[in-house]
Nanobody
Framework: QVRLVESGGGLVQPGGSLGLSCAAS????????MSWYRQAPGKERELVAA????????NYADSMKDRFTISRDNAKNTVYLEMSNLQPEDTAVYYC???????????????????WGKGTLVTVSL
């Protein structure tokens, strides 16, 4: 059974930092690209960052590349997202996803991802 379980969400003040983790099980983790997506209230889900299975090549949304860092530990079947200088507009549910590519398929409801986690809420507020 495939599972992607996100953790680390919570409330943080503007300008603060937060780290998210996603623990994967039920599939060969290193064979999949891993992505973080987010969805703010009333908005479309969007790619935050993605990383390939073994080469470590990354893809970031332009608006987040200077503040967010994606990484993975294949020995621990875990992908991470480090976020800094968080702003209220970063408030969203953050989802972990596994797929074959670091580039989302915008023609697909699942953005081309094979598996999704249930998400973790990040709230940036005073």
């Amino acid at each position: 059974q495939v599972r992607l379980v996100e953790s680390g969400g919570g409330l943080v003040q503007p300008g603060g930092s937060l780290g998210l983790s996603c623990a994967a099980s039920g599939f060969t983790f290193s064979r999949y690209a891993m992505s973080w997506y987010r969805q703010a209230p009333g908005k479309e889900r969007e790619l935050v960052a993605a990383i390939t299975g073994t080469s470590g090549r990354t893809n970031y949304a332009d608006s987040m590349k200077d503040r967010f860092t994606i990484s993975r530990d294949n020995a621990k079947n875990t992908v991470y997202l480090e976020m800094s200088n968080l702003q209220p507009e970063d408030t969203a549910v953050y989802y972990c996803a596994a797929g074959q590519t670091v580039v989302p398929d915008l023609t697909s409801d699942s953005y081309g991802m094979d598996y999704w986690g249930k998400g973790t809420l990040v709230t940036v507020s005073l």
